[in-house]
């Protein structure tokens, strides 16, 4: 195995150790054992990277877009050159396999470059002027200094939607990524930090309630963005709220799948098996609820079944291995807990824990059916390898069911039918909704919930959007 280091913070445009004291360990999810261990900021070390940010505004501000495009591009062919060294980090403190690790660190690069070449389309416009020789012009102005807090399940791909569309609207960013996955966001953050003003970007890692009520209660910081879970981000909220500060919150789903009775099966499963157990479940935009119409309900358990036990689960680094292990041993806890709740009000677990590896934090695809509406594993966010399913009889109830819970972020939907998609499209409550497939999150389309899934967009121009204030110029004659 390569040796593994936790990083130093960016402070400044230097890297430099943590002044504070306090130390967390950073442990393989495949094996249990301690990497190395992470130093957490101290207060001084926040003030520092506050005081550095304002400069670092001016300076970057006035970068045309232009040349903030061309040195992201850099940035980003640098992260594409050392993908492999990237995924690897990324693989050995979280557990995903190798190939989706990889995967990860290219579609973090393209975020970041569709953000960059989208930063010269930043357009104002003229509003037609009252009086002869006078002006009127609307523009669109980098918003300030950002507080940006990623979590460690997607740590280089939500990272990069946050890099990508502050550095390229022209805010500087303090980056807090999480203190579970260091090693892999500084790598890829050393890729751009080359290329910008020191301060442009900035790292730290803490804990973490202590550096986001120093960076988002700061004067410097104008806008908050935060990708984590529901507690932490009406916490986010209120604090931001307080202190009047622009937010963006993705929190999280639960997301229902309707497959229909005209679905193709077989690509339905392909597709949902796959997309299922990526990350081990681990996704916010994971499809947990699968709502299947009664006459294909049989086959479809059976075969989604079949497939989820077929996959092959190992340490991420071993190239055979199709599902790693959970990204800890608190996921696993909460994951078997959410499961023993479950079965406990009705529903049927249709799958084993036989053959699991006896080391590390691994959860076996759990495939949970018949699971009454009102079951925690139903409600509460799974973040973890289980599948709940139901059948229904029609789709009015089908949508009814899938808007049941608190969640809106991504929906799946399995038909051949014009009517169903129309249907569903206009009354599924999720801010993404894939028809006949599972791709809901492109660089360039925007991504981001309803309900308790939070408010606001990343990608897409939305995403830009997002770090920048409208400001309007009334010339006089
Ligand atoms: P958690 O709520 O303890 O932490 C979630 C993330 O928020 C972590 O990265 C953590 O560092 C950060 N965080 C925690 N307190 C914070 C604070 N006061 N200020 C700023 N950041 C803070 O949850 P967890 O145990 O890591 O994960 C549990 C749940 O979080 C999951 O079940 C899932 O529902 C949700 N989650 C969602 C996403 C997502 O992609 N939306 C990602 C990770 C976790």
């Known amino acids: 195995m390569s ?19 306090a130390r967390v360990a950073i442990v393989d999810p495949a094996t249990g054992e301690t990497l190395d261990e992470l130093a957490l900021c101290s207060a001084a070390d926040l ?15 006035q970068v045309p877009a232009h040349e903030r495009c061309l040195r992201l591009e850099r940035g980003v062919a640098r992260i594409v050159g050392e993908a492999d060294r990237i ?8 557990g995903k396999p190798l190939a989706e690790a990889r995967a ?21 416009r003229i509003v037609p002027a009252r009086q002869p020789g006078t002006r009127m012009d ?36 303090v980056l807090k990524a999480a203190e579970e996955t260091p090693a892999s966001v500084a790598a890829m953050v050393a890729c751009l930090a080359d290329e910008l003003p020191p301060g442009v970007i900035q790292l730290v890692y803490g804990v973490p309630a202590e550096v986001s009520q120093a960076l988002v209660t700061s004067p410097v910081i104008r806008k908050v963005s935060f990708t984590g879970s529901v507690p932490v981000g009406r916490h986010l909220a209120q604090l931001a709220g307080r202190h009047l500060k622009r937010i963006t919150l993705e929190l999280g789903g639960h997301a229902p799948v309707i497959v229909c009775e005209d679905a193709d099966l077989d ?20 499809p947990t609820r699968f709502f299947v119409a ?8 059976e075969a989604f079944t079949e497939a989820a036990r077929g996959l092959k689960l190992g340490p991420g680094l071993q190239a055979s291995t199709q599902m790693g292990p959970v990204a800890n041993a608190r996921r696993r806890t909460a994951v078997q807990d959410l499961v023993a709740r479950s079965i406990a009000c009705g529903a049927r ?21 018949d699971v009454p509406l009102h079951a925690p594993a139903m409600q509460e966010e799974p973040f973890g390898p289980v599948a709940c399913l139901l059948p229904f009889d029609r789709l009015d109830e089908a949508i009814a069911m899938a808007n049941g819970n608190a969640y809106g972020l991504a929906g799946y939907l399995y038909t051949d039918s014009a009517r169903a998609m129309l249907q569903v499209s206009e009354r599924l409550e999720v801010g993404s909704l894939a028809i006949n497939g599972i791709g809901v999150s492109v660089p360039e389309a925007p991504f981001g919930g309803v309900k308790d899934s939070g408010h606001g967009s990343e990608s897409g121009c939305e995403g830009i959007e997002a770090f920048l204030e409208t400001r309007f110029n009334h010339h006089a004659a």
């Open 294 to 301: 009664r006459r294909r309900y049989g086959a479809f358990l």
């Open 267 to 286: 690509r339905a499963v392909r597709q949902l098996v796959t997309h299922k157990f990526r990350n081990a479940g681990q996704a916010c935009l994971a």
């Open 3 to 21: 040796a593994y280091r936790c990083p130093d913070l960016l402070v400044g445009g230097r890297w430099r150790p943590a002044a504070g004291e």
């Open 138 to 173: 609307v523009l669109k102005v980098p918003v300030g200094p950002v507080a940006a807090f990623s979590p460690w399940n997607f740590p280089l791909v939500l990272s990069a939607r946050k890099l990508g569309g502050a550095l390229a609207a022209g805010c500087p960013i």
């Open 104 to 124: 990860e660190c290219l579609m973090a690069a393209d975020l970041i470059k569709w953000y960059a070449e989208e930063a010269r389309r930043t357009y104002g």
């Open 349 to 369: 677990k249709l799958s084993g824990d036989a053959g699991l590896p006896t080391q590390g934090f691994f959860v076996a695809p759990t495939i949970l059916a």
């Open 47 to 61: 003030q520092e990277a506050l005081d550095a940010a304002g400069p670092a505004f001016e300076a970057w501000r």
């Open 87 to 94: 995924a690897r980090l990324l693989t050995q403190e979280q």
